[in-house]
């Protein structure tokens, strides 16, 4: 990897980690403990533009940095914030990969909101009851009313921020020949 990636990389994850430490509210009212940040839609944008493995990479990366900063949820916490935005980003960026175009774009979104969905109902079943010392009875009574619909509205806040804004931010960094690969 070159040292032009890299730090293209690293401004990509440090508009993540920036964003996802300043903006962060519930956006449910039955569980205002899971709280949605923006940040992974800068981790999505950098996958449109570099590709799935880069977007792995750099989630890696950010949910580590995130919690070393933040300190929220510790190494239970970066598992979980790994998994819920590798899921969104690696689908989200391989579909948009093979079929690259706005529909693509809208279908790898769709699809990745629903892997993240997916995926996080074993990990908060698995992880859940060890991060916040709870029994997993209470982890499945709030599977419907909380986990679900959660990853749900957060996938599609995400993918709509990430429509609104890929495209221009994409066409300014090549104008500037900025990120342009």
């Excluded at 509210?25 to 944008?45: C, K, M």
């Excluded at 990745?112 to 009574?141: D, F, H, K």
């Excluded at 990853?151 to 599609?156: E, F, P």
Aim: aromatic share 12%; proline share 6%; hydrophobic share 55%.
């Amino acid at each position: 990897m070159s040292i032009r990636y890299i730090s293209h990389y690293s401004i990509f994850i440090a508009l993540s980690v920036v964003t996802g430490y300043l903006i962060h509210f519930p956006i449910l009212p039955q569980a205002p403990f899971l709280l949605y940040d923006p940040g992974h839609v800068f981790l999505l944008i950098a996958a449109f533009k570099f590709g799935p493995r880069a977007g792995m990479m750099m989630t890696l990366v950010y949910a580590t940095l995130f919690a070393l900063i933040t300190g929220q949820g510790g190494p239970y916490g970066a598992l979980m914030n790994f998994l819920s935005t590798s899921a969104f980003v690696l689908v989200s960026s391989w579909i948009y990969l093979k079929k690259h175009n706005r529909n693509g774009a809208i279908i790898g979104l769709v699809m990745g909101a629903l892997a993240m969905t997916c995926i996080m109902i074993p990990a908060n079943l698995i992880i859940t009851p060890l991060y916040l010392g709870v029994e997993r009875g209470t982890v499945i009574q709030l599977l419907l009313p909380a986990i679900i619909p959660f990853n749900l509205l957060k996938g599609l806040i995400s993918s709509i921020l990430t429509l609104l804004v890929y495209k221009k931010i994409s066409t300014f960094l090549n104008k500037q020949d900025i990120l342009a690969v």
